[in-house]
């Protein structure tokens, strides 16, 4: 299955700044995922990256305050922007994996950002 | 909401017993899947059901779907101290012409040595 390097781990910000994550897949991937995991909650989807085009945002996130970049097969990245205390989450990068028992996904380590 | 929601929301057993949780949702699906994640960090992908499929065993896991009463149960036999993690369903929709991907609301399992 698919690997995926995360980075940051974890990082603490001030509010007004913004934080730029990466993910590195160690295989080409048509679509990458981003989703947000606030404290003790399940995980919501952001939005969706393709090569070559414009991510597609979920209902609730737009591009000025996530834009995402996608440069190639095996990498994105997500930018928090103007952060506030309320983007304090883990943010999570996904790629669709075909396993032995179907096409489930992949997951990044996860970044951990506190905005202060 | 289209999020699936688990209970019970917080699990703890003794080392050795059997732990069960179970999915429920609201949308047709094409199949539906079960992830850990180990203390926030990304999620592991566990196994994977179908539509059409009611059973599926894979070591010391089983799940079950029933797609009339739109529920699945995960049950961990034999629980280990490494089991101690949040557990997600993850239910996979085609309907709309693409993939769309949505989680449960978690059951957080703490297994005492």
């Known amino acids: 299955s698919a690997v995926i390097s995360q980075k940051p781990s974890r990082d603490i910000c001030q509010r007004g700044t913004s934080l730029t994550i990466q993910c590195q897949v160690d295989?080409?991937?048509?679509?990458m995922f981003w989703y947000r995991q606030q404290p003790g909650q399940s995980l919501t989807l952001i939005a969706t990256?393709?090569?070559?085009?414009?991510?597609?945002?979920e209902s609730g996130f737009v591009i000025d305050k996530f834009p995402i970049s996608r440069p190639n097969l095996t990498f994105s990245t997500l930018t928090v922007s103007n952060m506030s205390p309320e983007d304090s989450s883990i943010y999570l990068c996904?790629?669709?994996?075909?396993?032995?028992?179907?096409?489930?996904?992949?997951f990044g380590s996860g970044t951990r950002l506190t905005v202060v | 909401s289209q999020q699936g929601e688990e209970d019970p929301q917080a699990l703890s057993i003794q080392e050795g017993e059997n732990a069960t949780m179970n999915c429920s949702y609201k949308?047709?699906?094409?199949?539906l899947q079960w992830y850990r994640q180990n203390s926030g960090r990304g999620l592991v992908h566990l196994i994977l059901?179908?539509?059409?499929?009611r059973e599926k065993h894979s070591g010391r896991l089983r799940v079950t779907l029933d797609t009339s009463k739109k529920s699945s149960s995960l049950l961990i036999t034999a629980s280990r101290a490494a089991d101690t993690a949040s557990y997600f369903c993850?239910?996979?929709?085609?309907?709309?012409?693409?993939?769309?991907?949505?989680f449960g609301t978690g059951t957080k399992l703490q297994v005492i040595p």
């Open positions: 295989s080409q991937v048509t679509m």
């Open positions: 059901i179908r539509s059409n499929e």
């Open positions: 990256a393709n090569q070559g085009s414009e991510a597609t945002y």
């Open positions: 949308t047709s699906i094409n199949n």
């Open positions: 993850a239910t996979v929709d085609y309907s709309g012409g693409y993939q769309k991907v949505t």
């Open positions: 996904s790629v669709g994996d075909r396993g032995r028992d179907g096409y489930g996904y992949t």
